[in-house]
């Protein structure tokens, strides 16, 4: 079992910048998949941005250019730098790892971009 748990979100103004942070309980020594999701009420979770434990890299067309995911794994940690943040970003954003053939979900943080 692992615990994912964000932070990070917030209120920040149209074009500014966030950055999130997920951190695993314990160490993963096995191929995984860490991503960002976000979800606005009455739509469905979407995924956002995807690192794989190699290193590559995924993200949504609406993202591109403007969000990065990185990840530090001697922290056991992944981050998304959000930048040039628009009204559209507003969601709650959550963390997912996919390992040991399951998937794990952090509890979620509000990103609201709002002037």
């Known amino acids: 079992q692992v615990q994912l748990a964000e932070s990070g979100g917030g209120l920040v103004q149209p074009g500014g910048s966030l950055r999130l942070s997920c951190a695993a309980s314990?160490?993963?020594?096995?191929?995984?998949?860490m991503g960002w999701y976000r979800q606005v009420p009455g739509k469905q979770r979407e995924v956002v941005a995807a690192?794989?434990?190699?290193?590559?890299?995924n993200y949504a067309d609406s993202v591109k250019g403007r969000f990065t995911i990185s990840r530090d794994s001697a922290k056991n940690t992944a981050y998304l730098q959000m930048n040039t943040l628009k009204p559209e970003d507003t969601a709650v954003y959550y963390c997912?790892?996919?390992?040991?053939?399951?998937?794990?979900w952090g509890q979620g943080t509000q990103v609201t971009v709002s002037s």
């Open positions: 690192i794989t434990s190699g290193g590559t890299t």
């Open positions: 997912n790892l996919h390992a040991w053939g399951s998937d794990y």
């Open positions: 314990r160490s993963i020594f096995v191929i995984y998949t």
